[in-house]
Every structure is written in structure tokens, then in C-alpha cells.
């Protein structure tokens, strides 16, 4: 985005070695990049690291301060793209990935973005047969966004309608979420959740549990090392925290150790502007942070075959999901 901001060609972005034409253009004034503004206006892009790490990152590591703490912690962006920070004072290592459209409505079946009338929470209420569930802005429902898939997926685990592989059970090919007589009339028909939207969640999931599980290996940490997990941009705000632990999105910490940083890239840029010394901090990370490569890891696909099991193959990794299968598969008294 700085590249077409700027008037750059980003053609050497997308092709091997994926070179930036510049990471730190400095301040530049209005005039020279066409801003209908005063022409003398300073102009400002925050730093980045590379091709698959941008300003916005930088920019999200200056609103968290991981970068100024003396324990371990990981910051997370995820959307089309998961970005992946862990590190302290003493040094920062980063990744990149694609993690694919399903957390942004782009790939289920009633797929959409979070606006009025998507699916946004869901709950299976106790006999299975019936579910609960809340649209953004309180309106017949149209869809379902990211969050509400996330906790459709978390219910139907935690109440035994899915195996650990998300393979709905007895051959179902999809979940009945919303009947049509409860959804929008001019969509006119049941709102469902399919085992494609499953198969493709799970392999969002596993793509980011898989780079963090890397990150930490590389650098010899474990995961109950991470003080704190910082969660950024609309969905980290937003998903369900519990939900994304139980299907291994997040990890199994404290949850006073999950720290929701909403809208961290438009917070840092608005730092950066009012502070020369934000600025300096900025361009600071992005010298300490060193840039890992998941392509070239073969790791990675072990990781990852690893991380498509709900919440993961490890199951003593998540104690706390491993407790709230045992409540529901115990005999109500």
C-alpha cells in the first residue's frame, strides 16, 4: 500500500526475492506524492521490514510495547494475512503467512464481513437441538463473520457435534445454524455452516498455530513462556476468547495474559504523527527485528498437519479445553 501511496512499482514485492523498492522512505511532503493538501505538508509512512511485513505491524509492536519488555511476548494480526511478532527488549523475530480469507467471511458458504445482520456469536444450548445465537445490530440474520464462525466451530466441538479432525459427525455435509423463517427475508433461505467452511477454518487455524509453534521452537521458547498475547486489528478485538482457545486459535494462557489491542495500526500511525520520538521508536523496531521465512522451514508442514486437530494434537497443551470436555461428557446429577 505504501508502494501505490508513493508512486513505487510493487511488482519486485510479489516476485522471488520479494524485495521492497524502499522500507523507510523518510518524510516526504504532500506535493511530492499528488496529496490534495498544502503542498509543503509533511508526510510520514512508517517503516517496515520486508515484502511480508509492513508498517502496520510496526506500528501494532509500538502500541503493545512488546518491544520495551523483559518477558517473552507474542503479538498476533490475523486477517488475510496472519502476522506474527514474539520477542522482548532483547530482541524480536517475526513471520508472515497467508492465513487465508474464512476468519474475514470470505470463503463460507453465507459468508460476510462484520456489519449488521451477521452471525457474530453462537451457542448450542444443552440437548444439542436447539441453537442460540446474536447478529451485529440486532436484525434478522444475513450471514456470519468471523467470530461467529469461530464460536459455531467451538460449540460444536465442545458438545461432541464434531470429532477433533471438525468432521461433523454420521455424514453430515453441513450445520443447520439459522432457519430460514428466522433469517432476512431477501436472503430467503437457512443460514448453514458447511464441512467446507469447517475444513477451511481449520486450515486458517492450523496455519497460525503452526507459525507460532515455529517461532517459539527457533528460538528456544515454549508456549508457557508468553507473559503476554497481544490480539490486533477488528477480529483480535472482537473473536471470542474462549471460543478461540477451545479450537486452538490462541493459546491456552492466563486470560488476564490476552490483551486486546483493537485497532493497533491506526493507534500507532496516530502516535507516530504526534511524536517525533514514537517515530525514532519505530524505525528502532524495525532494526531490532530479524524476519523469518516459513517457506523455507520444512518444519512448517509437520507443525501444521500437528495444529488441524481441535484444539491441536498435543491435547495437554490446552488444560483448560481438556476440563470443559470432561464437564460435558459428565452425567448431569
Not at 423463517?181 to 498455530?209: C, F, H, W, Y
Amino acid at each position: 500500500m505504501v508502494h501505490l501511496l508513493l508512486g513505487l512499482n510493487p511488482a519486485s514485492i510479489v516476485r522471488v526475492p520479494y524485495t521492497p523498492v524502499v522500507n523507510n522512505p523518510g518524510i516526504l511532503t504532500a506535493a511530492e506524492i499528488g496529496l490534495e493538501v498544502h503542498p509543503l505538508a509533511p508526510v510520514y509512512c512508517l517503516p517496515s521490514v520486508g515484502s511480508f511485513l509492513g508498517g502496520d505491524v510496526v506500528a501494532g509492536i509500538l502500541v503493545s510495547g512488546l518491544h520495551r519488555q523483559t518477558e517473552v511476548s507474542l503479538f498476533v494480526d490475523i486477517g488475510t494475512n496472519g502476522e506474527i511478532v514474539l520477542g522482548c527488549a532483547d530482541w524480536l523475530v517475526a513471520c508472515a503467512g497467508a492465513a487465508g480469507p474464512a476468519l474475514e467471511g470470505g470463503v463460507t458458504t453465507f459468508g460476510m464481513r462484520a456489519e449488521p445482520g451477521a452471525i457474530e456469536r453462537v451457542s448450542i444450548l444443552p440437548g444439542r437441538q436447539k441453537v442460540a445465537y446474536s447478529t451485529i445490530g440486532g436484525i434478522p440474520a444475513r450471514g456470519i463473520c468471523g467470530s461467529g464462525l469461530v464460536d459455531t466451530l467451538a460449540e460444536l466441538f465442545l458438545h461432541g457435534l464434531v470429532d477433533r479432525r471438525a468432521h461433523l459427525l454420521n455424514g453430515q455435509e453441513q450445520f443447520l445454524l439459522v432457519p430460514k423463517a428466522e433469517t432476512d427475508p431477501a436472503l430467503g433461505r437457512d443460514i448453514t455452516v458447511s464441512q467446507a467452511d469447517l475444513d477451511n477454518l481449520m486450515a486458517t487455524k492450523g496455519a497460525v498455530n503452526a507459525a507460532i509453534d515455529l517461532l517459539l521452537e527457533n528460538v528456544g521458547c515454549s508456549w508457557r513462556e508468553i507473559h503476554h498475547f497481544y490480539a490486533a486489528g477488528a477480529f483480535g478485538q472482537y473473536l471470542p476468547v474462549e471460543s478461540a482457545i477451545a479450537i486452538g486459535l490462541y493459546p491456552d494462557l492466563p486470560r488476564a495474559a490476552i490483551i486486546r489491542l483493537g485497532n493497533s495500526s491506526g493507534e500507532g500511525a496516530r502516535q507516530a504523527l504526534l511524536s517525533r520520538a514514537k517515530r525514532l521508536e519505530a524505525e528502532a523496531i524495525c532494526g531490532k527485528l530479524t524476519y523469518f521465512e516459513l517457506n523455507a522451514e520444512p518444519a512448517f508442514m509437520d507443525k501444521f498437519r500437528s495444529s488441524k486437530f481441535l484444539p491441536h494434537t498435543d491435547l495437554a497443551r490446552y488444560p483448560s479445553v481438556e476440563k470443559r470436555l470432561a464437564r460435558q461428557k459428565s452425567p448431569r446429577l
